[in-house]
């Protein structure tokens, strides 16, 4: 069974422009979950989703949305970026809630 | 809120035996996970308790104590490969995972 895929796994944004990420779950994983690793924070929580419904959000300011498909698929997307956005963005699948996440390889944001 | 500590950093020789420990304050509580990271890679799940006591999956193990907020990773038989950060995580409410700080764990021959 393939694990979770993300794309792409490297960008390079100015300040100001958005982004928008995206990750294909394992099949037959429903909830979609998204997280911000950087070396000052370590790794955050900024939401999840399950059957196409945000169910969970961290502390992160509505520049950061997401959304998720029907087919399970999700994408995060960062409007007006920030130098302070530049981090590994993750995201992990499970089958439904509390169950185990498996993650993705990530995409490494660099904002110039 | 929710927090987990961990030892930022452990050093043990190859064939050794280490042991990460992990202590929470939580609002909500299903279980504690164990990630695996290595430099410039995703975290890799290594293991999960719902209940007290310990889960054991092949060098490595896992504890769990409700009652004092506590668990740990326990790696035997240490490897060179096995140098990387170690993360516990609470799974609280929904699907949210919140994660230690990580632990550093350097294997020297």
């Known amino acids: 069974k393939a694990g979770v895929t993300q794309t792409p796994r490297y960008l390079i944004k100015t300040r100001g422009q958005q982004v928008t990420l995206s990750c294909s779950p394992i099949?037959?994983?429903?909830?979609v979950s998204w997280y911000q690793q950087t070396p000052g924070q370590g790794l955050q929580f900024l939401f999840e989703?399950?059957?196409?419904?945000?169910?969970n959000k961290g502390n992160f300011p509505g520049r950061f949305s997401g959304r998720q498909f029907s087919n399970s698929r999700s994408e995060m997307n960062v409007s007006t970026l920030e130098l302070g956005d530049s981090a590994l963005y993750l995201c992990?699948?499970?089958?439904?809630?509390?169950?185990?996440?498996?993650f993705g390889p990530g995409t490494r944001l660099t904002v110039l | 809120g929710q927090s987990l500590e961990q030892p930022s950093e452990v050093t043990a020789v190859e064939g050794a035996i280490v042991q990460i420990n992990c202590t929470y304050q939580?609002?909500?509580?299903?279980?504690l996970s164990w990630y695996q990271q290595h430099d410039g890679g995703a975290p890799t799940f290594l293991s999960y308790?719902?209940?007290?006591g310990l889960e054991e999956t092949g060098r490595f193990s896992s504890f769990l104590s409700r009652s004092d907020s506590y668990g740990y990773l326990l790696l035997q038989e240490l490897q060179m490969k096995d140098s990387a950060s170690y993360f516990c995580?609470?799974?609280?409410?929904?699907?949210?995972?919140?994660f230690g700080t990580g632990t550093q764990l350097k294997v020297e021959l």
């Open positions: 992990a699948s499970s089958i439904g809630a509390t169950d185990t996440q498996y």
């Open positions: 099949s037959g994983h429903r909830s």
């Open positions: 308790n719902a209940l007290d």
């Open positions: 939580t609002s909500g509580f299903y279980g």
């Open positions: 995580a609470v799974t609280g409410g929904g699907n949210k995972l919140t």
């Open positions: 989703y399950f059957s196409e419904t945000q169910r």
